[in-house]
């Protein structure tokens, strides 16, 4: 679909980008939808913040700070008008949290809630999806599988221990693009790609448009997102890889700046995850052991053709 | 709504504007909703066609050509390959219609059909809503209330002479905006606004930002038009003053000008006319021999608080 939407030589990107003189302009659509992204729990406020939150991520992803949006909602015609308020405050919000402003919009009658934001920002250069080279490590910014743990918990009514469902719905409800993260290190990111479409369909993604082969030999799990997935008997590398609706993203370094890019996590308070490197080749492989398992693209993909 | 997603002195506009250097970048978005915009008869294309058409006409109002554009799709889960595939070309032709560059987008799954469409063109200086100035005279691009008419048909079965039924039905369809005339001469306007939302609501806010009374004294509309109304038991300032959905535009512009403007008009096919003029005072009246009657704004306005 995007593909038809765009130009002949299309190279998928997170965000799209024009020129205004030697300025580079970046732009970033996208739409949360009520009845496909909205658990019946969540709070509005906090459905307006995730539609700023899955642009944000593309920007953090690339290394900008958003400066501006513009919004248009659709909304049925029988919402009250204390629901106007919450989605109006937490528009807000949310634009004070990411420090943006809002520049304005349009509000349309509709079946169910919509909102779509478009953000801008811009500047001299952005890291592509394409650009890792061999050799090169492999960071994710946090760890895979609260969220899909949370999405089971919430549509399917999987179960949990406390503490870790609390986290796993907070992290569909709240989810934290690292933004400052990524500005502030951009200029030691080979390739970087946001993974909110699931962390198998970024890493081949970027393997594929970077011509390289990913090896996995850190999965960015966690001892309670395994345990979770057992009692469950659910396949743990379906919530880690293939779930999606994560707002961290996924970068390639070259080695000798590690040291610098693990302080500034630290300083930063953002817990990046080296997960593996990159080398000749094709394909994402996880190793475990001396075994390879070929990890294939199973994230999320909207009518994709 | 948009007063509160926008700033403390918020202006209302045609577009949003933000400044890179000293160039201005003019964006818009607006929103085309199946359940709501879409009557039963129209073909996708069109509804495609006119969700671009929408955006295109604001900066056709304030004279700046769009450059790129970014969509957002929202789609029902059961939408054919065949529907997806003329949604696509649709935009495709009206990229090339409009001479402006999908960059991207991106789709999701929704109740209904949404097309989300924000456009971005660059600019030096734009016309605003405020502007008009006493002694000014008055035009619209276009007669009025064809698409009102045309609305009656289509939603409330009314009846009208066959022609005139195909004239009206083809403005709602497939609309007009008038880039080239807006572009080739904003630099005659002293103040403009697109009329999608009724040209009473278009008259008011004009009148209103520029602190200024307009006087209507030749009411756009047509023979063909007052004989629907008639025939219908419709009032014709309904459909004339209050329809909305024509994407012509209002504009003030120095006597002096007059020549030149028409002459422009004439070689770019643009049926102008000459509405009125700009005198002191406030509000918006229609004269009618020796007697002026207050036009309100009854215009289409959602969720406006």
Redesign the interface.
Known sequence: ??K????KKFVS?DV???K??K?K?I?????F?E???MPSKMKISDAVRKSIVACVSDFAAKGVRP??G??????PKT?SRSK?NEI?NG??HASKEFKF????????????M?F?V?L?G?TDNIVKRRGAKIGDIIFATGPFGYTASGLEILLRKKKGKKTFVKKAISSVFRPNPRLDFGVSNKKYFTSTMDSSDGLSTTLNEMASQSNCKFIINNVPDRYEILEFAKSNKIEPNKLVFHGGEEYEFVFTASKKYKAIIEKNATSLKTPIIEIGYVTKGKGVFVQKGGKFSSLKDFGWH????
Chains 1, 2 share one sequence.
């Open positions: 679909m995007q038809k939407l765009g130009n990107e799209e980008i024009f205004v003189g300025t302009i732009v970033k659509i996208d739409t939808v009845g496909t992204d400066q501006y513009i919004i248009s909602l659709n909304l919402i106007i109006s528009f807000n402003k809002i520049l304005g919009g349009d509000t349309n009658e509709g079946k169910e919509v779509t478009s801008f811009t909207h009518f994709r053709k």
